[in-house]
C-alpha cells in the first residue's frame, strides 16, 4: 500500500455488511480469497455507487472513439476495461490509494484487496456523510460547465461569422479594390467631362448668345426690308418709274439680298455646328448620367461595405464582451476550484484531526485495555491467592477444630480421670483417716 493510504483496514465482516447495505451481495470467503472477477465488480459498484458511471454510459464515448479506428472489434473490449480502469483509478486516487493498478484488479492480494475495500467503504460512508455539500458543489460545477458550454457555443459560432464575413472580405476584396480603381478613374473621367462640359457650356452660351444677336439682327434685317420694301412700294406708288434708276435699285436689292442670303446660309451653318455640338453635349450628359448611375451604385455597395464593416466591428465588440465574460467564468471556476480545493483541504484536515483523535482514541483504549488486562491478571492471581489463603485458612479452622475436637476431648479424658483419681483420693484419703483416726475435711 502506500504510504499515504490512511484508512483503517476494516474486518471482513464489516466489509461484507457494507457491501451488503449497498445492495452488493459479497461472502467472507469471497473477501478473503479475492478473484479478478468478483474485485472488477466490487470496484465498478463502488464507482457506480458514488458517481453513477457504469459499462452502459461509457459505451457511447467507446463507440464514438472506435468509429475513428479501423478495427473496432479489436479494440472494444481493451478500450472498455481501460476506461472503467481510468474511473476505479480516480475513485482510488479521491480515497488516498495512490498506487492503485490494473494489478490490483487482474492479480488481486487478499490483505490489500481488504485494505482497498476498507479505504472505498470509508470514502463512500464520507460521501454520503457530506451529501449535501458534495450535491451543492456538482450542481454548482454542473451549472458552471453547462455555462461554460454555452458560451464556448457562442464563442465558436462568432468565431465562425467572423470567418465568413473574413472570407466573405477576402472574396470582395479583389471586387472592392476593383472597384475603388474604377470608382477613381470614374472620378477623373466625371471631373475631365465637368471641365469639358463647362467648356462646352461656355460655348454653347456664347454660341446661343451669337445666335440670339444673329436673331435680333436677322429680324432687324428683316424689319428694315420690310420698311424698305414698303418705302419702295409707297415710293413706286408716288413716283414715275425709272428704268434706269429701277436697275440700279433691284441690282443693289439683288446684291443686298445675295449678302442676306450668305448672312443667313452662314448662321444656317453656324446654327447646324450647335446643333451638332448640343447633340455631343446630350451623348455627353448621357454618359455623365450613367456615370452617376455607377457612383450611386458604388455609394450604395460602399454604404452596404460600411454596414458590413460596422457590423463586423459590433460581432468584435461582442466577441471581445463574450471573451470577458468567458474569462470571468474561468475566474469564477477557478474561484469554485479554489473553494472546492480548500474544502478539500479543510475535509483533509478535519479527517486527519478526526483520524488522530480517532488514533488517540484507539491508543488509549489499548492503553486501558493493557492496564485492564494487567488488572485482570492482578484481579486473577489475587484471587487465587485468596483462594489459597481461603482454603489454607479453611483448612487450620478444619485442623483448628479437629485440634479442638481432640483436645476436647483429650480434655474430658483428662477432666475425667482428674475426677476419677480426686475421687479415688479422696476415698484413700478417707480410709486412712478412718485407719489412723484422723479427722479429714474434705475440700
Known amino acids: 500500500m502506500s504510504s499515504a493510504f490512511w484508512f483503517p483496514s476494516l474486518p471482513v465482516s464489516e466489509v461484507v455488511d457494507a457491501f451488503t447495505g449497498w445492495g452488493y451481495s459479497v461472502s467472507p470467503e469471497q473477501v478473503a480469497r479475492p478473484t479478478s472477477d468478483f474485485v472488477l465488480g466490487v470496484y465498478s459498484a463502488c464507482v457506480e455507487q458514488l458517481t453513477g458511471i457504469t459499462l452502459d454510459t461509457l459505451q457511447e464515448p467507446i463507440e464514438q ?4 479506428t479501423d478495427n473496432p472489434d479489436v479494440y472494444s473490449q481493451a478500450l472498455a476495461h481501460n476506461l472503467l480502469l481510468y474511473h476505479i483509478q480516480r475513485f482510488a486516487n479521491a480515497a488516498k490509494i495512490l498506487d492503485f493498478s490494473a494489478k490490483d484488479i487482474y492479480f488481486p492480494d487478499p490483505d490489500r484487496t481488504r485494505s482497498i ?20 458543489l456538482r450542481n454548482q460545477s454542473t451549472a458552471i460547465i453547462k455555462e461554460r458550454q454555452a458560451v464556448l457555443e457562442e464563442t465558436a459560432e462568432l468565431e465562425q461569422r467572423m470567418t465568413e464575413f473574413k472570407i466573405r472580405r477576402a472574396e470582395d476584396e479583389p471586387k472592392c479594390e476593383a472597384l475603388r480603381q474604377e470608382n477613381a478613374a470614374l472620378m477623373e473621367q466625371v471631373i475631365a467631362y465637368k471641365d469639358h462640359q463647362l467648356g462646352f457650356l461656355q460655348d454653347v452660351e456664347s454660341l446661343k448668345q ?5 436673331v435680333a439682327e436677322k429680324e432687324k434685317v428683316t424689319s428694315e426690308m420690310a420698311v424698305v420694301s414698303e418705302n419702295i412700294n409707297r415710293t413706286r406708288s408716288r ?3 425709272s428704268p ?5 435699285n433691284i441690282s443693289s436689292m439683288g446684291h443686298t439680298a445675295a449678302e442676306d442670303k450668305r448672312t443667313v446660309a452662314a448662321n444656317e451653318a453656324k446654327t ?3 446643333q451638332t455640338k448640343i447633340a455631343a453635349l446630350l451623348n455627353i450628359e448621357k454618359d ?10 458604388i455609394e450604395k455597395e460602399m454604404r452596404a461595405l460600411d454596414a458590413a464593416q460596422k457590423e463586423l466591428g459590433d460581432l468584435k465588440d461582442t466577441l471581445d464582451r463574450k471573451k470577458g465574460e468567458r474569462a470571468e467564468l474561468i475566474m469564477r471556476r477557478e474561484r469554485v476550484h479554489k473553494q472546492f480545493s480548500n474544502a478539500q483541504e479543510k475535509l483533509e484536515r478535519a479527517q486527519r484531526h478526526a483520524e488522530d483523535k480517532r488514533i488517540a482514541s484507539q491508543q488509549t483504549i489499548e492503553r486501558l485495555q493493557r492496564e485492564y488486562e494487567e488488572m485482570a491478571v492482578e484481579r486473577r492471581d489475587n484471587d487465587r491467592q485468596v483462594e489459597e489463603l481461603r482454603a489454607e485458612a479453611d483448612e487450620i479452622e478444619r485442623k483448628m477444630a479437629e485440634h479442638m475436637k481432640t483436645s476436647q476431648a483429650e480434655l474430658n479424658e483428662l477432666l475425667a480421670e482428674y475426677w476419677k483419681l480426686r475421687h479415688e483420693t479422696e476415698v484413700y484419703m478417707e480410709t486412712l483417716a478412718n485407719k489412723l483416726g484422723m479427722q479429714v475435711r474434705s475440700t
Open 65 to 68: 472513439a472506435l468509429a475513428t
Open 210 to 214: 451669337e445666335k440670339a444677336a444673329l
Open 117 to 136: 475495500f476498507s479505504a472505498f467503504i470509508n470514502f463512500i460512508k464520507f460521501s454520503e456523510q457530506s451529501e449535501a455539500f458534495i450535491t451543492r
Open 239 to 241: 413716283i414715275v418709274q
Open 288 to 297: 455623365v448620367r450613367s456615370c452617376v448611375e455607377q457612383l450611386q451604385v
Open 272 to 274: 447646324r455646328d450647335l
Open 244 to 248: 434706269e434708276r429701277i436697275k440700279r
